[in-house]
């Protein structure tokens, strides 16, 4: 491979990095779902994506093959983006559908009623109750009060990768980010939590977290069990 | 019975199987699909101790003999209650059908209790079968299975027409709890196949039936435990919450139970090992020694002696009626304590 081929790769990794699952709003890089990465030197990129299992949703692996294509194909140097999801019962489907930009809806003929866009803000709204717990948590334990929350802006909330997490989910819904915006609001309204709400919306912030991030745990685990090198099994017996 | 520390616990296993998934067993031309599920089943042991890992050929079938000495020699389970799944576009003879399940338990009386199906797009001929099935098993309990594939159809919901109907005669024939089981690839494949909010209709408006969510909607806990606090006939299954989580990812498996604790209550959580997933015997001995994990779960409700018998097997009991000796029975006051909520102190401020 040519030095301008393994430069290439290299920012399709980046790119990869941008690609999210929907449903564990994480980076399928991070989540170790991109097995292989390369680029030839007449610029075409080969991408192999691998999930925890065979029977994984199909429409969240369609949205990350999609998602991953239209990554790929936007890096300068990468002439075609070949994204190959392995070893999945819609394999076939999904594989051939983005590669075709087929559209959910066509490359599962008969089987889906719409794209996957209100899917996606469905787990993108999770992402933000996750992410309101994930700011407040450390700001509670610091000691601000109820009312102090309901009162903080997000330019008053010191800096941290979870804040701009935050915001970057919530301007993905039309959501209110600004530095003027409340910290805390309605992820279906965007309007402002009232100081006798956040008991329970900040019980409901947790239990999202915590439903989002017990699934992915078992995902790594199943993805790790799944794609584990060989001569590393379990005991018999 | 299971016995720690001078105490007596009784033990239901909610939600078990006896499955044949054996390569004689996979349908021709499904064979991916048969092969793909059982290994997917297969992965999920490796979330279990090392040492109660099987290899993949005893996974696909384990014998009768296995089964009794797992489940009840070893494993303290007082009474099993199957859970039917049938899955016969992969498995040419079911995965594990309520007649298998039944020809079992009636060779060892008074250990299992068997829980039929139905799938509403069977039409007449399912509606047919399900009373057929009640009268030859005394069915108390059904499985759901809405993602199971059907010439083309991959899922249904419990809002379709079609399963109300089924509803309503299970209701009239007697049933009184139906356990639902959410999984992946229900149609139409664009809606999130975890969506819990169609067992929130039924239950509403099937009072007089319990509906046990299996794997408390994993991974939809928060739909499920919305949902749960609403409904009063929503029990919390915790097949896969104890075998998927306790060993491997101890600390979620915390954050879980106490999330459950909190928005569902210790009187609606049931045990089900998810056998032979999971043998039940690790599960059990692992939660009546468990408690919290440290200081940054004490905004959950405490867990007590009380609240793992209730989970290990007394409510189970009283959903179907099975006789507790007084020796597991609860004294008379931990009974009638009031559970979840109130004892919970909101996070924060």
Redesign the interface.
Known sequence: MRPAATAAASRVLVALESVRDP?LDESITSLGFVASCTVSDDGVAQVRLQL????????FAFLMVADAYDAVSAVSGVSRADIVLEDH?ASTEINGGVAARAG??QS?D???????ES?RA?FVR?AV?AGTDRV?RPL?AAG????E?VGLTLGEVPASGDLDRLRSRRVELGLPAGDGDPLLIDPSSGTAIRAED???H???A???R??????S??CR??LQ??YRPVGAQ???? | MYEKDGEKYFVVDSHMHHWDASPENWVAGAE??AK??I??FH??Q??AP??T???IE?FQKASEEDLMKNVFEDGYVDVAIFQSTYLKEWYTTGFNTTERNAALAEKHPGKFIVNGRWDPREGDAGIAQLESDVERYGLKGVKMYTAEWRE?S?GWTLKDPEAYRFLEKSQELGIKNVHVHK???I????????DVSDIDHAATDFPELNFIVEHVG?????DF??MATQEPNVYAGLSVVIG??MH??PK?FA??MG?LL??VGEDKMTFGSDYSIWEPKWQIEGLVDWDYPGDEFSDYPRVNVATKKKILGLNAAKLYDIEVPAECQLPAEDADEPAAQDDAV????
């Open positions: 449903e925890p299992t065979y029977f994984c949703a199909p429409n019962f959910f809806v599962f008969g089987e889906a009623v719409d794209e996957l899917l469905t999770k109750w407040c509670i601000r009060s109820g009312e929350l956040l008991p329970l900040l019980r409901k947790r239990v999202t915590v439903s989002v991030e017990a699934n745990g078992i685990s199943l069990e799944r379990g005991d018999k017996r | 991916n699909y793909g599920w290994e997917c992965a999920y490796s979330l090392a040492e890992h099987w290899t005893h083309g991959r999984g992946p690839t149609w139409p494949l664009d809606k999130d196949a975890f994993l991974p939809r806990i928060e435990c919305f998927g989580l491997a990812r979620f954050k879980v999330e909190f928005w909101l996070v924060g401020p």
